[in-house]
């Protein structure tokens, strides 16, 4: 079942991507964000609400968001705020590296290179939670890092140097700080609920952007790229909305592997590119279908080799 919730984030991560690339064009990056934040924290607000006043609507359901909804209770309830505050902290810094890297980069590029936060994540599940993988999964985080070699050879041809660019920096800086952000989620998630976990970090995300947006970005507006509406922007909080959930509630699964998971959320490249080709019609597709062959194999090695 949880492997099954990784797939159906993966997808969903897709049109994530496209949501935010169709949401950027030509528009400010932080207010963006900060609407995303908005809508997420609006999306989740019945549930957190329900338990605030304690009426019990979700009770024992999936939409539950009491703290420790099915787990034993471990820590105090402040305590639990702590932990999705040090969340909402590390993944607002990925996604602000990561906005910026999309808004100045194809999506058939950034998407190949966070498909590649996962062996990241592999490695510190193995050295912090003790997790092995088998012959046939080793396979799959092969092929991923061969895809990547080649994407930073194919990318040279659309002026991207991989090494110099400062936005291709920004998205490996997203990156490394999400596969953090993976390894954070797998240990808070052994004591809190899925909806707990989301709702609040959400709206503890909000309350940062706004204050980030009333010192960064509101008193030099003028000077900056202007910021403009787009359908796209709430298209990005439900997508976000929906995947998330769907990670957050297989990684509450007992027997579930961050190291799996956070590969197979990956594959959302394949969604994003498919976005690229037919949205945004980018260019220099021949090569870099060829990076995404090699990730598609991968997760079918990842697949297989988790049944």
């Known amino acids: 079942m949880w492997l099954l919730l990784a797939f159906v984030s993966a997808a969903l991560l897709g049109f994530y991507d496209a949501s935010k690339k169709a949401a950027l064009k030509d528009n400010a990056v932080l207010p963006v964000l900060l609407l995303n934040t908005v809508f997420s924290t609006l999306i989740f607000s019945p549930f957190i609400l329900d338990s605030l ?3 019990g609507w979700f009770s024992g359901t999936m939409l539950d968001s009491a703290p420790f909804a099915g787990h034993q209770e471990n820590t105090g309830l402040l305590h639990a705020h702590m932990l999705v505050m040090i969340k909402s902290c590390i993944v607002l810094s990925s996604w602000i590296f990561g906005y910026f890297g999309l808004k100045h980069l194809p999506i058939t590029i950034v998407g190949p290179i966070n498909a590649t936060r996962p062996v990241m994540v592999l490695v510190g599940a193995m050295l912090i939670f003790g997790e092995r993988l088998n012959w046939c999964q080793w396979t799959g985080v092969v092929f991923a890092v061969i895809s990547l070699f080649m994407l930073s050879r194919s990318s040279r041809k659309e002026s991207v140097d991989f090494v110099h660019d400062k936005w291709i920096m920004f998205v490996a800086v997203s990156a490394v700080i999400g596969a953090v952000s993976g390894l954070y989620d797998k240990y808070i998630m052994t004591e809190l609920s899925p909806m707990f976990v989301q709702g609040w970090y959400n709206f503890y995300q909000m309350v940062m952007m706004a204050v980030v947006i009333a010192i960064l970005w509101y008193p030099h507006r003028k000077k900056s790229t202007p910021f403009h509406w787009s359908w796209a922007i709430p298209l990005i909080s439900l997508f976000i909305s929906a995947a998330d959930f769907s990670y957050l ?10 190291s799996v998971v956070s590969l197979v959320r990956r594959s959302s490249v394949i969604v994003s590119f498919i976005c690229g080709v037919l949205i945004f019609k980018e260019k220099n ?12 194999i991968g997760m079918i090695f990842i697949y297989f080799g988790s049944k």
Request: net charge positive; proline share 0%.
């Open 285 to 296: 597709l021949r090569a870099k279908a060829l990076d995404l062959l090699l990730i598609l």
């Open 249 to 258: 509630t297989a990684l509450n699964r007992q027997d579930s592997m961050i």
């Open 53 to 55: 006043i304690g009426h």
